[in-house]
């Protein structure tokens, strides 16, 4: 065996490496290492510790070890309580671990053994050494941790690469950087590597200090100006001035005393008064009282306005701000009616529910306008947090009031009209549900005294005309729901849209674009134009988008070709605006096979649904397609199920279920759909492919079907039937049970669609499918 190899019991160590020169003690618990450590004792007691890759790992593999490390001489073993042996060794040399000899009961392995190099007495190796002496003097004196004897002791060194070895082992380093150390087996290398850990040291060493001493001064700075200010009272007192607390305390009293605030509220105000007069100002305490009180005097605790009690005003301005929405203009009025007769009548709460661009907003905007009470809205978007409404108990740090609070004082009043947006639109997570808080709000009965729990005090919000918006009914909480009085605010018909754009939303956008003077004319055919081919919305936002594209293309053409006015009429509407988005009335003229247009409800408004079947020859599988939800493919599964039974009654073989496979295929597949009003659709499908029998290309459906034919009622009839004419249909099939939602559609779009009452599919089917002669 080479002179140089050695075969050594192996103890793998967690979170330590060992130097040569180093005498160290640490303790020793797994089974493994203590038998290696009996073995080393029972030959030459010597042992090659080597440092582990990752602390955590328990029972290390090869792969787990580093392979270089340090040969060391045991001296002294002490057995302690529950299986731990503490062990004193002394760095001898360091090794490389050449090859594992065994690795079971412990570790034992072919060590090389690596002596230092005397290092050349060479100007660069002095110039090392002298720098890595310097570097360690100034790590112990910013430190603080290193005896001063330690550096008394390296004077008296005169090798380096003992010297950097003896340093490496007084440093507080990571890991990784004393096993680089450690393996740096040239010594002009090592001197080098230490040289820069001790420069990186020290200059976060000067650093930590530097913050230190700054921390220190502004203590310093406070304490000094608590005392001068201890003596600026006194001095004050001396000399019969009032101080600056005093002042601001007068200033709270008088203010307190001129709000006129209800008897509890300045009992609690007054309270808080003394408190802060007790505290200080300049404690972090009386900075939390001045808060308090500058909310509780900020509030409108019995500031109203006037309520505008004229009701032909009223309306008047309701129907210049506004166009359409009859129904809620209509409970305004009734409101202002019986606000007239008794003005104990408490502020209803309203919800505005329909498609987005409608103008629920806006109403709520006008109605504030027409009341005269000042106008507050709180958008509820993804707010998930109960704090949001009621506030943060003043036990918190950073603590403050709700929005419905932050509302009131927004609105200078008591009785404001208060929009609640997006009300649909709220989710929950482990904070609490803001539903749930909301429950006291839109209470009439409970909201005279809603607390907040940063107030700590009864605020009467009877008074508040609340109004919420949501786009659908569907995600709202039933008790939040059961609080509401609900008003559908549906879809324009184009004639509607027509009247909002040249009254209202031409005006708006000339006036913000600055054009004066009738610079630009937009036609009154060209606004249909634009309503029929270029939008297909129930609102008309995407419309308001359009004229302000009609408004810049016309500024633009007139500052390019130098033009002094602009009439755009339909022409130019083309030009502008590109090729027709939407073809309205141009429907299939041709009565298809299997083809069946539906009617869908969406949060978005009406909106036509086409259903197609094929029937092709298989072993009787049903395919459904186009994203259905799981309600549809009910429909779908039900109105299979009728057709089989119902086979021979309407002239299909009998045996279709075996010798047929049929595709149900809803278009535009990428949109997931959903819905209990296809049934209807379904049947007459799937009747249509199977028999062979058209149908009408002019019809369209809506209805839930039963197993045996019964159509059921559907909801959103009015978005439906807009849609339906949008689209260029002029036959509409209902459920009869929808017969009384007839009232609901406008007259514009009742004359121009022939709606048929079904309650059984084979009224759909009669008026559906053309008859084969």
């Given at each position: 065996?080479?002179?140089?190899?050695?075969?050594?019991?192996?103890?793998?160590?967690?979170?330590?490496?060992?130097?040569?020169?180093?005498?160290?003690?640490?303790?020793?618990?797994?089974?493994?290492?203590?038998?290696?450590?009996?073995?080393?004792?029972?030959?030459?007691?010597?042992?090659?510790?080597?440092?582990?890759?990752?602390?955590?790992?328990?029972?290390?593999?090869?792969?787990?070890?580093?392979?270089?490390?340090?040969?060391?001489?045991?001296?002294?073993?002490?057995?302690?309580?529950?299986?731990?042996?503490?062990?004193?060794?002394?760095?001898?040399?360091?090794?490389?671990?050449?090859?594992?000899?065994?690795?079971?009961p412990f570790f034992k392995a072919?060590?090389?053994?690596?002596?230092?190099?005397?290092?050349?007495?060479?100007?660069?190796?002095?110039?090392?050494?002298?720098?890595?002496?310097?570097?360690?003097?100034?790590?112990?004196?910013?430190?603080?941790?290193?005896?001063?004897?330690?550096?008394?002791?390296?004077?008296?060194?005169?090798?380096?690469?003992?010297?950097?070895?003896?340093?490496?082992?007084?440093?507080?380093?990571?890991?990784?950087?004393?096993?680089?150390?450690?393996?740096?087996?040239?010594?002009?290398?090592?001197?080098?590597?230490?040289?820069?850990?001790?420069?990186?040291?020290?200059?976060?060493?000067?650093?930590?200090?530097?913050?230190?001493?700054?921390?220190?001064?502004?203590?310093?700075?406070?304490?000094?100006?608590?005392?001068?200010?201890?003596?600026?009272?006194?001095?004050?007192?001396?000399?019969?001035?009032?101080?600056?607390?005093?002042?601001?305390?007068?200033?709270?009293?008088?203010?307190?005393?001129?709000?006129?605030l209800p008897k509890l509220v300045?009992?609690?105000?007054?309270?808080?008064?003394?408190?802060?007069?007790?505290?200080?100002?300049?404690?972090?305490?009386?900075?939390?009282?001045?808060?308090?009180?500058?909310?509780?005097?900020?509030?409108?605790?019995?500031?109203?306005?006037?309520?505008?009690?004229?009701?032909?005003?009223?309306?008047?301005?309701?129907?210049?701000?506004?166009?359409?929405?009859?129904?809620?203009?209509?409970?305004?009025?009734?409101?202002?009616?019986?606000?007239?007769?008794?003005?104990?009548?408490?502020?209803?709460?309203?919800?505005?529910?329909?498609?987005?661009?409608?103008?629920?907003?806006?109403?709520?905007?006008?109605?504030?306008?027409?009341?005269?009470?000042?106008?507050?809205?709180?958008?509820?978007?993804?707010?998930?947090?109960?704090?949001?409404?009621?506030?943060?108990?003043?036990?918190?740090?950073?603590?403050?009031?709700?929005?419905?609070?932050?509302?009131?004082?927004?609105?200078?009043?008591?009785?404001?009209?208060?929009?609640?947006?997006?009300?649909?639109?709220?989710?929950?997570?482990?904070?609490?549900?803001?539903?749930?808080?909301?429950?006291?709000?839109?209470?009439?009965?409970?909201?005279?005294?809603?607390?907040?729990?940063?107030?700590?005090?009864?605020?009467?919000?009877?008074?508040?005309?609340?109004?919420?918006?949501?786009?659908?009914?569907?995600?709202?909480?039933?008790?939040?729901?059961?609080?509401?009085?609900?008003?559908?605010?549906?879809?324009?018909?184009?004639?509607?849209?027509?009247?909002?754009?040249?009254?209202?939303?031409?005006?708006?956008?000339?006036?913000?674009?600055?054009?004066?003077?009738?610079?630009?004319?937009?036609?009154?055919?060209?606004?249909?134009?634009?309503?029929?081919?270029?939008?297909?919305?129930?609102?008309?936002?995407?419309?308001?988008?359009?004229?302000?594209?009609?408004?810049?293309?016309?500024?633009?053409?007139?500052?390019?070709?130098?033009?002094?006015?602009?009439?755009?009429?339909?022409?130019?509407?083309?030009?502008?605006?590109?090729?027709?988005?939407?073809?309205?009335?141009?429907?299939?003229?041709?009565?298809?096979?299997?083809?069946?247009?539906?009617?869908?409800?969406?949060?978005?408004?009406?909106?036509?649904?086409?259903?197609?079947?094929?029937?092709?020859?298989?072993?009787?599988?049903?395919?459904?397609?186009?994203?259905?939800?799981?309600?549809?493919?009910?429909?779908?599964?039900?109105?299979?199920?009728?057709?089989?039974?119902?086979?021979?009654?309407?002239?299909?073989?009998?045996?279709?279920?075996?010798?047929?496979?049929?595709?149900?295929?809803?278009?535009?597949?990428?949109?997931?759909?959903?819905?209990?009003?296809?049934?209807?659709?379904?049947?007459?499908?799937?009747?249509?492919?199977?028999?062979?029998?058209?149908?009408?290309?002019?019809?369209?459906?809506?209805?839930?079907?039963?197993?045996?034919?019964?159509?059921?009622?559907?909801?959103?009839?009015?978005?439906?039937?807009?849609?339906?004419?949008?689209?260029?249909?002029?036959?509409?099939?209902?459920?009869?049970?929808?017969?009384?939602d007839l009232s609901k559609i406008?007259?514009?779009?009742?004359?121009?669609?022939?709606?048929?009452?079904?309650?059984?599919?084979?009224?759909?089917?009669?008026?559906?499918?053309?008859?084969?002669?």
């Amino acid at each position: 065996m080479d002179k140089n190899l050695k075969i050594l019991p192996l103890i793998p160590l967690r979170g330590i490496t060992i130097f040569p020169y180093m005498v160290i003690h640490f303790d020793v618990g797994r089974e493994k290492s203590i038998l290696a450590l009996e073995e080393a004792m029972l030959v030459d007691q010597k042992i090659f510790l080597v440092s582990q890759k990752e602390a955590k790992v328990e029972e290390p593999e090869e792969e787990d070890i580093y392979t270089m490390g340090t040969i060391c001489n045991i001296k002294q073993i002490l057995k302690l309580p529950g299986d731990t042996v503490r062990v004193l060794v002394e760095g001898e040399s360091r090794g490389r671990l050449e090859k594992y000899i065994e690795k079971s009961p412990f570790f034992k392995a072919e060590v090389e053994i690596l002596e230092d190099d005397e290092c050349d007495k060479t100007n660069k190796c002095e110039a090392l050494v002298r720098s890595v002496r310097k570097a360690f003097d100034d790590y112990t004196k910013l430190s603080g941790s290193i005896p001063v004897e330690t550096i008394v002791t390296l004077e008296e060194l005169d090798n380096p690469g003992r010297l950097s070895d003896v340093i490496s082992s007084y440093l507080m380093l990571k890991q990784e950087n004393k096993q680089e150390l450690l393996e740096a087996y040239d010594v002009e290398e090592r001197l080098q590597k230490l040289l820069d850990i001790l420069s990186n040291e020290v200059d976060i060493l000067k650093l930590e200090r530097k913050i230190g001493v700054k921390v220190k001064n502004k203590i310093d700075k406070v304490q000094k100006e608590y005392y001068l200010r201890e003596q600026l009272k006194a001095i004050q007192e001396e000399l019969g001035e009032e101080d600056e607390d005093k002042k601001e305390i007068t200033r709270y009293k008088n203010r307190i005393t001129k709000a006129k605030l209800p008897k509890l509220v300045k009992e609690k105000a007054l309270y808080e008064l003394d408190r802060l007069k007790n505290s200080g100002s300049y404690s972090a305490e009386g900075g939390v009282i001045r808060t308090y009180l500058d909310w509780i005097l900020d509030l409108p605790w019995n500031a109203e306005t006037k309520d505008n009690l004229d009701i032909k005003s009223a309306r008047m301005v309701l129907e210049k701000e506004h166009y359409g929405l009859e129904d809620v203009k209509d409970r305004i009025i009734e409101y202002l009616a019986v606000k007239k007769m008794s003005n104990s009548l408490r502020g209803p709460i309203l919800c505005l529910v329909g498609p987005p661009g409608v103008g629920k907003t806006s109403i709520a905007r006008s109605i504030a306008h027409a009341l005269n009470r000042n106008f507050v809205r709180m958008s509820l978007g993804g707010v998930r947090d109960e704090a949001e409404i009621r506030g943060h108990r003043k036990t918190y740090i950073g603590a403050i009031p709700g929005r419905i609070v932050y509302g009131m004082k927004q609105a200078k009043s008591k009785n404001p009209l208060f929009l609640l947006d997006e009300i649909d639109k709220m989710s929950n997570d482990f904070k609490g549900d803001p539903a749930d808080a909301l429950l006291e709000v839109l209470d009439a009965e409970q909201n005279s005294t809603f607390r907040d729990h940063y107030l700590e005090l009864e605020f009467d919000l009877s008074k508040v005309l609340f109004i919420t918006t949501a786009n659908s009914l569907e995600t709202i909480p039933r008790p939040l729901l059961d609080r509401m009085e609900v008003i559908e605010v549906s879809g324009y018909t184009s004639e509607e849209k027509f009247h909002i754009a040249k009254d209202h939303l031409l005006p708006k956008k000339l006036k913000e674009h600055e054009v004066k003077d009738n610079k630009i004319k937009i036609s009154d055919s060209s606004l249909y134009f634009v309503i029929e081919n270029y939008t297909r919305e129930s609102g008309v936002r995407s419309l308001e988008r359009k004229i302000s594209s009609l408004i810049r293309k016309s500024i633009a053409e007139m500052i390019e070709k130098d033009k002094d006015k602009i009439i755009v009429n339909t022409n130019k509407v083309k030009s502008y605006l590109g090729p027709e988005l939407f073809t309205y009335e141009k429907t299939d003229k041709e009565d298809k096979i299997g083809v069946v247009m539906g009617m869908a409800w969406t949060g978005y408004g009406g909106d036509t649904l086409p259903v197609e079947v094929t029937a092709m020859s298989g072993t009787g599988k049903l395919e459904l397609t186009g994203q259905l939800g799981d309600v549809m493919k009910e429909s779908a599964r039900a109105g299979y199920s009728y057709v089989r039974a119902n086979a021979k009654k309407y002239g299909i073989d009998e045996e279709f279920y075996k010798n047929k496979d049929i595709h149900i295929h809803v278009p535009e597949g990428a949109v997931p759909k959903d819905g209990p009003s296809a049934g209807v659709t379904m049947i007459t499908a799937i009747i249509s492919a199977l028999s062979g029998k058209k149908v009408r290309h002019n019809v369209a459906m809506t209805g839930e079907i039963t197993l045996t034919g019964r159509v059921l009622a559907i909801g959103g009839l009015k978005e439906k039937s807009l849609a339906a004419y949008r689209a260029g249909i002029d036959t509409v099939i209902i459920p009869k049970e929808n017969e009384k939602d007839l009232s609901k559609i406008p007259k514009t779009i009742k004359s121009k669609l022939s709606f048929i009452l079904a309650d059984n599919i084979d009224t759909v089917l009669e008026q559906a499918l053309v008859k084969i002669d």
